[in-house]
């Protein structure tokens, strides 16, 4: 588990956006005037750049870490933000605040996974909870959350590099030349790693027989027929 | 042959696909921004009262997690004026001591921090343990405030390169890894290579000397102590006795009780009796940072053969493994693994060197893993 600290007090600890303040904050919409302030030592605009941009932060180091939302989620969260507020002097809005925002992020993430590998491996008890034969399922939302944590198992045997460009291009959009901005590496070899993270993760479903309910799930989905029904037969 | 790979291509559009529709996780944010930005503490407000703008006020909260987390405080002149040094909280890596100025605080909160002085000394300050660097030139001092630190120091032709004060004793190294440890009245200095010279602060004679597979509980003016292993008392005259001679003075079977100092006649200091403290017990297992040291000098023995045994030919070359080691209780190494083998020079090198690593003393040894991304 990452360890977790206070970094405050802070300037702004106290301050609430209550009456006046909130009223001076809501008319504060252009982003780069919220980061001069921010730059400036100003507590509130620091907070409304957490608040403004917290569920995409949160949104990405799940995805980079494929974990459901927890207290670890929630450390590294607030260890990006912890980064934001020690380097946001040193974003010269030379990118898009967002992809500034996304470096910061992949490389927490990415450090904590190294520390994560330095520690003594343990054993992790298996988890049958999305594991279980394919007839114990009730319904599609179970069946759905069954296939997200086999996909994310699946991003997890992927390397650093290769899953960090393909969680950025294909799960959050971003374009290779954005991705190439992230990760500091050139597009090409965004590519690269792109192409090769996809026929890794390919080869993967089709050699992993612990996916093969979910191949299965999608194609009696996709044909319309009821699940129960065709395990029976 | 895109035929058979259809499927699998269908299935992963459709994987992704619904990864991506789902949404953001719910953290509980007022949590998460309870911590971030948390009320202002009047003990944190007053350990700073001389910082004055507004980005030094959050210096303060930031020391605050730094003391929790391992952090670097800057001391300057007389005044110590404390400022955050970033440190990755989250990272295994070692901080930079070339960085590290005079003075510099050094405080490990729940997990060790090491400190990397390149080509010199490696140190480990273990969780909840204080440091200073009192001195930071050709001569690296450390001054122990509390805890325990182990270091490894590269052997240099000249003498005594590394030291650690702790109140009144002065622990000099010439080339070694040991563990130095401060208790409320005591200063228990281990050596698991090289030798170890204990002494009064400010005084270069008489001395303790500690060699490799020793130990010794010493009193915090470095005067008396006591001592386990291969180790001995050195007089005045600069000859060191032996530790048998001087065990064949004492009862045998207790640890080594010696005091030097000065008779009232101003003669020599001789090793006289004292009453022998409780002989200190072996740990269960090697404690994580004596490992994590062990770890330091494994890692930098592969890169040393990757480098060695592999081609470069111009391109970059790298490799993946995980290293499981199995150590005895006297701390040697019984086993090496690697999973997925190295390239047979590369592990034929490596495991020969592993093979002379020596860890922490303990009753039961303990066997781990480690995972290495090498590259030349």
Redesign the interface.
């Given at each position: 588990m990452?360890?977790?600290?206070?970094?405050?007090?802070?300037?702004?600890?106290?301050s609430r956006q209550d009456g006046p303040v909130a009223a001076k904050l809501d008319a504060v919409t252009d982003l780069s005037e919220l980061l001069e302030r921010c730059k400036?030592?100003d507590?509130l605009a620091?907070?409304e750049v957490?608040?403004n941009h917290?569920?995409?932060v949160?949104?990405l180091v799940?995805?980079m870490t494929g974990r459901?939302?927890s207290v670890d989620?929630?450390d590294l969260?607030?260890?990006v933000?912890?980064q934001v507020?020690?380097s946001i002097k040193d974003f010269r809005g030379q990118s898009r605040f967002s992809t500034w925002l996304y470096r910061v992020t992949v490389n927490?993430v990415l450090?904590?996974r190294?520390?994560a590998?330095?520690?003594?491996?343990l054993q992790e008890a298996k988890d049958d909870s999305f594991g279980a034969d394919a007839r114990d399922l009730l319904d599609d939302q179970v069946a759905?959350a069954r296939?997200?944590a086999?996909?994310?198992r699946l991003l997890d045997r992927l390397s650093d590099k290769k899953r960090a460009v393909f969680v950025l291009h294909?799960?959050e959009?971003l374009s290779p030349s954005e991705v190439a901005q992230v990760v500091s590496a050139p597009v090409l070899t965004v590519r690269t790693r792109l192409f090769y993270a996809?026929r890794e993760?390919?080869a993967m479903?089709?050699d992993e027989p612990a996916l093969e309910f979910?191949?299965r799930e999608?194609?009696l989905k996709e044909s319309g027929e009821p699940l129960a029904e065709r395990e029976s037969t | 042959m895109s035929l058979e790979r259809r499927p699998e291509e269908r299935v992963l559009d459709r994987l992704i696909l619904e990864v991506r529709e789902q949404s953001s996780p719910d953290l509980d944010w007022q949590r998460v921004e309870a911590r971030l930005l948390s009320e202002p503490k009047p003990q944190r407000s007053s350990a700073t009262p001389s910082l004055a703008s507004r980005w030094r006020l959050p210096a303060a909260g930031l020391l605050a997690a730094a003391a929790i987390a391992g952090a670097v405080i800057a001391q300057r002149s007389k005044q110590e004026l404390r400022v955050p040094v970033p440190v990755a909280r989250i990272s295994s890596e070692p901080l930079n001591g070339d960085r590290l100025p005079l003075g510099a605080h050094v405080t490990a909160g729940d997990r060790p921090v090491v400190v990397a002085h390149a080509g010199r000394a490696r140190w480990t300050l273990e969780p909840h343990a204080s440091a200073v660097v009192a001195d930071s030139g050709e001569l690296l001092t450390l001054r122990l405030e509390s805890g325990a630190l182990s270091a490894q120091v590269v052997p240099n032709p000249q003498p005594e390169t590394f030291a650690v004060e702790v109140g009144g004793t002065r622990v000099a190294v010439h080339g070694t890894a040991f563990r130095v440890e401060r208790t409320a009245d005591r200063v228990l200095v281990s050596v698991s290579e090289g030798t170890v010279a204990v002494e009064p602060k400010g005084t270069r004679a008489p001395a303790f000397l500690l060699r490799r597979d020793s130990r010794g509980s010493f009193a915090l003016d470095g005067r008396t102590g006591s001592v386990e292993g291969n180790a001995s008392a050195v007089v005045n005259d600069g000859q060191a006795q032996s530790h048998r001679e001087v065990a064949s003075r004492l009862p045998s079977g207790a640890p080594q009780q010696v005091v030097h100092g000065t008779d009232r006649s101003g003669g020599a200091p001789t090793p006289v009796r004292s009453p022998a403290p409780p002989k200190p017990q072996l740990p269960l297992q090697p404690s994580i940072s004596e490992i994590e040291t062990g770890v330091s000098s494994a890692l930098e023995l592969m890169n040393g053969c990757f480098h060695d045994k592999t081609r470069s030919s111009g391109i970059r070359v790298s490799a993946s493994t995980g290293l499981t080691l199995s150590i005895t209780g006297d701390g040697a190494v019984r086993s090496v693994t690697f999973a997925p083998p190295l390239a047979p020079a590369v592990e034929d090198c490596a495991v020969n060197g592993l093979r002379n690593l020596t860890f922490a003393h303990s009753v039961e040894g303990v066997t781990f893993t480690r995972v290495f991304e090498l590259s030349r």
């Open positions: 990452v360890a977790t600290a206070q970094i405050g007090p802070l300037p702004w600890a106290g400036a030592g507590g620091f907070r957490f608040r917290r569920s995409d949160a949104r799940q995805r459901a939302a989620l929630e969260v607030q260890e933000f912890l507020y020690r927490v450090m904590h190294r520390a590998r330095s520690r003594p491996v759905r296939r997200v086999a996909f994310y294909e799960l959009g996809r993760l390919l479903l089709r979910v191949a999608l194609r | -």
